[in-house]
């Protein structure tokens, strides 16, 4: 005991001599990953995800080292340097303007179908009618909803006549896939109280709620283009994952496995989503804010190409982790966010509104400003 002791507290020169050298050859390559696409290699999206880890040993070597040699410290403080932009994109503090009178508010939420199955809660769930107000009621000038739901002749979801005529917004969302124009409506949505002067779909994939949406909308006599999509889900189902029952060897694998496949297939579907997504707001002819829920975390191929041509709000405005679901393991996602572009668009405030429990996403909220061409 007292021996692996004396081993921990000094080890051997080879030992960290591969923590040196070793470490900082695998954070980089951690690095790199993030911008190889999945869809052309599928492990790039699971070495990404250990850029968190990686930078925590970076630093935590870089400071070790300083105490007693600062040339090797250097080493593991490039690469907490070459780091930065993954952890300015994971935690931020920001001082937010006063919105000014030409300011106009962008939300964006996940509201899981409202509720609306019966194992979420149904019609009779409290908080679906306390969702559907508080969306009524909120006054952003634009609404993006993922996962949105909509029933023809429902008194609880007759979404869109609520929420349209609570804020005198106009509307677009994914044409239903039902031949029975009674049945639901699920997909996304947008509402606008800015003119719409154009909208269309984005394809991003069979499902209804994997095609994207798309409004030009009218502010100070110029168009602003809202893009509004649903990546592929995860599919993690945390009761499956870190529930109780089940716990034999065997089931644990099954687990894993199916966790595994599961993580693989949504790495390689998003990066064929968001390739098309990148060449549609390459041709956009003005200005955007992208909304949505992207299923990626910001250290990811999906963060890390649309960055080549948009801000992140958060990054810009945010504070803290702003993690955007609501689970109660993975409670540290975030996965919901908004872009703009930088050349026409400033951002005043940022917000995720963790106030607000009623799907399994928090709402985020963006306080945009359009510059004048000049």
């Known amino acids: 005991m007292l021996a692996s002791m004396v081993w921990l507290l000094k080890p051997p020169p080879w030992v960290l001599s591969w923590l040196r050298k070793g470490s900082v050859g695998l954070t980089l390559g951690a690095y790199v990953a993030a911008f190889i696409s999945p869809g052309s290699f599928w492990p790039s999206g699971f070495v990404a995800l250990t850029i968190p880890f990686f930078l925590i040993l970076q630093l935590f070597l870089a400071i070790y080292w300083l105490f007693s040699q600062y040339l090797k410290a250097s080493l593991h403080t490039l690469a907490v340097l070459l780091g930065l932009p993954f952890l300015y994109s994971t935690v931020q503090y920001s001082v ?98 800015l003119p719409i002067v154009k909208h269309g779909i984005l394809p991003l994939g069979k499902q209804p709620h994997h095609k994207g949406l798309y409004a030009d909308v009218l502010k100070n006599n110029d168009t602003i283009r809202i893009i509004n999509v649903h990546l592929q889900s995860m599919s993690i189902d945390e009761e499956n994952l870190f529930g109780s ?21 949504g790495f390689i579907q998003r990066a064929k989503q968001v390739a098309i997504l990148d060449e549609f707001i390459r041709q956009s002819p003005h200005p955007i804010i992208l909304c949505g829920d992207l299923n990626d975390v910001p ?63 928090y709402p985020i909220e963006g306080v945009y400003a359009l510059e004048a061409i000049n």
Not at 316 to 324: H, N, P, Q, R, V
């Open 96 to 193: 937010n303007k006063v919105p000014d009178k030409n300011s106009f508010t962008v939300l964006s939420y996940n509201v899981r179908v409202f509720n609306a199955y019966d194992y979420l809660g149904g019609e009779k769930s409290l908080k679906t009618a306390q969702m559907i107000n508080w969306l009524a009621q909120h006054p952003a000038d634009i609404k993006c909803l993922q996962e949105f739901y909509y029933l023809p002749g429902s008194k609880v979801f007759n979404t869109l006549q609520r929420i349209a005529e609570a804020g005198k917004y106009q509307w677009v969302t994914v044409p239903s896939q039902q031949k029975d124009r009674q049945k639901p409506t699920f997909g996304a949505a947008i509402f606008s109280k």
């Open 245 to 265: 029952e089940g716990h034999t060897k065997q089931a644990q694998q099954e687990r894993l496995w199916e966790l595994f496949y599961r993580l693989k297939k």
């Open 299 to 361: 250290y990811s191929f999906t963060y890390t190409t649309l960055k080549q041509n948009l801000h992140n709000a958060f990054e810009a405005k945010g504070s803290g982790f702003g993690f955007t679901f609501r689970g109660k393991q993975l409670f540290f996602l975030r996965i919901d966010h908004q872009f703009f572009s930088p050349k026409r668009l400033s951002i005043q405030r940022f917000k995720t509104l963790q106030e607000i429990a009623f799907s399994d996403h």
